[in-house]
C-alpha cells in the first residue's frame, strides 16, 4: 500500500470534523493538501459541508431587533469600499507631484491661450481683464471637468485607484509594466519593453476575472517598446484577480489565445 | 407534493434574487444589501445569537458580517454555491472568532470559507442552504444522537471549543472525542441524504 493511499485513508476520516472546522490547524493543511488533488475526499467534503449548513440553520429562531436594521446597513455601506480596500501608500507623494506636474502643463497651455487673446483685445483692455477673471474660471471648471472625465490623470488620482505590476513572462522576460485600475475612471495601462509587433498583430489587455477574461483593449507600443495610455475609462469592469497581455491577431478577440507577455495578480 | 414543488421553486428563484443583489452590491447600491438583509437577517441573527449568547453581541456579528459582504460582493464567485450559504458561514466565522476572543485564544482556528472560495477556485465546497424539511430531519438526527456524541459535537460546532478543549472540559481522552464527533456527523449527513419521498 501507497503512503498516498495510506494518507487517503487518514485524510478522509478527517473530512467530517474538517467541514465543521473542528481540527487543528497543522492537521487542517494536511487536509486541505490532500483535497487538492482527491476528488473522492472533495465529493465527501460537499457532503459534510452542506451538513455543517444545515448545523448553522437549525438552531433556535430569534426576530432580530427593529432598529438593527438600519444599524446593520448603515455601518456596512457608510465604508467607502475602495478606500479601504488598498490604501495608496508609499507612492501617494509621487500621485501628487504627477498631478501638480499635468495641472501645471495645463494651466499653462491655457494661460497662454489667453494672452493671445488679450493681444487680439488691447484696444478693449477693461474687457479683456474680465475674461481673463473668466478664463481662470473656465481653467478650474475644466480642470474638474478633466478630472471627472476620460484621463489618465482622472484615473491616477482617482482615491479608489489600484496598481497591479506586471511581470515579463518567458516570451518577453525583460518587459514589464503595471496596471492602474479605478472603479469609477477606468484603466490605465504603462509598459517598458515590449517585443515589437510582427504585421498583423495586436497585443490585447484582459482582466481576469473570478468569471472568464474580459477584453480590456488593444494596445500597440511605440518604436522603444513603451506603451503610456488609457486603454478604457468605461469604469464597469469586474473586479480583476489578475491582468494580462497577450498578443493576437489585428483586431482582437473575444476570448484570449495567445502568448502571455506580461502577467500581474491584483492582490 | 405541490407544496414541495413549490417551495423549491421559491427556493432556487431566491437564490437567483440573492446573486442579482450581489452583483448589484458590486455596482455600489445599497438597496440589494437591504434586500438581502431581510431574506436571511432573520436566520443569520438566529445563529450569532446561539453561538454569542448575547444579544448586543449578535447584533454586532451581524453588523460585521453584513460590512463584509458589502465590501466582499465582487469577490464572491456565486458558481461555488448560495450566497445564503456565505452568509451562514461568515456569519459562524465572526460569531466563533468573538466567543474565541473572549477566551483569550487566537481567531479563525476554523475553516475559512470566504477565503478558501476567494483563493483556491478548485476545492470544492458545497454551501448550499438545506431546505426546510432537510433541516428539520437534521435537526431531529441531532436531538436523537446519545448525549456522548452530541454534547462534543455542540461544544465544537456552536461553542468553537478544539477537540482537546472539549476532551479536557468533558474529561474524556482525546481520541475519544475524535471517534465521537465523527460518529455523530456521519448521522447527521445520513439523515441529510435521506430521500423525503
Known amino acids: 500500500m501507497s503512503t498516498a493511499s495510506l494518507d487517503h485513508d487518514a485524510v478522509r476520516e478527517q473530512i467530517p470534523l474538517y467541514a465543521v472546522g473542528a481540527l487543528p490547524p497543522d492537521e487542517r493543511s494536511v487536509v486541505e493538501t490532500h483535497l487538492r488533488g482527491c476528488a473522492e475526499c472533495a465529493a465527501e467534503l460537499a457532503a459534510f459541508a452542506a451538513v455543517s449548513g444545515a448545523l448553522a440553520q437549525i438552531v433556535p429562531p430569534h426576530e432580530p431587533p427593529a432598529a438593527l436594521r438600519a444599524r446593520v446597513l448603515g455601518a456596512a455601506t457608510v465604508i467607502d469600499r475602495a478606500s479601504t480596500r488598498r490604501p495608496i501608500g508609499a507612492w501617494a507623494p509621487w500621485l501628487a507631484a504627477a498631478a501638480m506636474l499635468f495641472i501645471a502643463i495645463g494651466a499653462g497651455f491655457y494661460a497662454a491661450a489667453l494672452r493671445a487673446e488679450v493681444r487680439l483685445l488691447q484696444a478693449q483692455l477693461r474687457v479683456a481683464l474680465d475674461r481673463v477673471t473668466d478664463g481662470e474660471r473656465r481653467v478650474a471648471v475644466a480642470l474638474r471637468a478633466a478630472a471627472d472625465a476620460e484621463s489618465p490623470l482622472a484615473v491616477l488620482t482617482a482615491p479608489d485607484v489600484r496598481r497591479i505590476d506586471l511581470a515579463g513572462q518567458p516570451v518577453a522576460a525583460r518587459a514589464s509594466g503595471r496596471a492602474f485600475w479605478s472603479r469609477t475612471r477606468g484603466v490605465v495601462l504603462t509598459a517598458a519593453n515590449l517585443p515589437a509587433l510582427p504585421p498583423g498583430r495586436t497585443y490585447q489587455v484582459w482582466f481576469v476575472t473570478s468569471a472568464a477574461p474580459v477584453s480590456i483593449g488593444l494596445v500597440k507600443p511605440d518604436a522603444a517598446g513603451s506603451v503610456r495610455r488609457l486603454v478604457d475609462s468605461r469604469g464597469d469592469f469586474p473586479e480583476p484577480v489578475a491582468v494580462a497581455v497577450t498578443i493576437e491577431p489585428d483586431g482582437g478577440v473575444p476570448a484570449p489565445t495567445g502568448d502571455k507577455y506580461l502577467v500581474g495578480a491584483a492582490q | ?197
Not at chain 2, 476554523?110 to 431546505?131: C, E, F, H, M, N
Not at chain 2, 435537526?139 to 455542540?154: F, G, M, Y
Open chain 2, 1 to 197: 407534493m405541490w407544496l414541495a414543488v413549490l417551495s423549491t421553486v421559491a427556493d432556487a428563484s431566491a437564490a437567483d434574487a440573492d446573486r442579482f443583489a450581489l452583483q448589484r452590491m458590486v455596482r455600489g447600491d445599497p438597496d440589494a444589501l437591504a434586500e438581502v438583509y431581510d431574506r436571511h437577517g432573520r436566520l443569520l441573527y438566529s445563529l450569532a445569537l446561539r453561538i454569542v449568547g448575547r444579544q448586543a453581541d449578535a447584533e454586532d456579528v451581524l453588523q460585521e458580517v453584513f460590512t463584509q459582504v458589502w465590501r466582499q460582493a465582487g469577490r464572491y464567485d456565486t458558481s461555488r454555491g448560495t450566497v445564503a450559504g456565505w452568509l451562514v458561514m461568515l456569519t459562524r466565522s465572526r460569531a466563533l472568532d468573538r466567543l474565541r476572543r473572549e477566551r483569550g485564544e487566537a481567531p479563525a482556528a476554523d475553516v475559512d470559507w470566504a477565503s478558501i472560495d476567494v483563493v483556491d477556485p478548485g476545492a470544492a465546497v458545497d454551501l448550499r442552504l438545506v431546505t426546510a424539511q432537510q433541516a428539520a430531519r437534521v435537526r431531529a438526527a441531532l436531538e436523537a444522537l446519545p448525549e456522548p456524541q452530541r454534547v462534543p459535537l455542540e461544544l465544537g460546532y456552536y461553542e468553537g471549543l478544539s477537540q482537546s478543549a472539549i476532551a479536557a472540559r468533558l474529561g474524556v481522552p482525546l481520541g475519544t472525542i475524535k471517534t465521537r464527533m465523527r460518529q455523530a456527523l456521519l448521522r447527521l449527513r445520513d439523515a441529510l441524504a435521506e430521500d423525503a419521498s
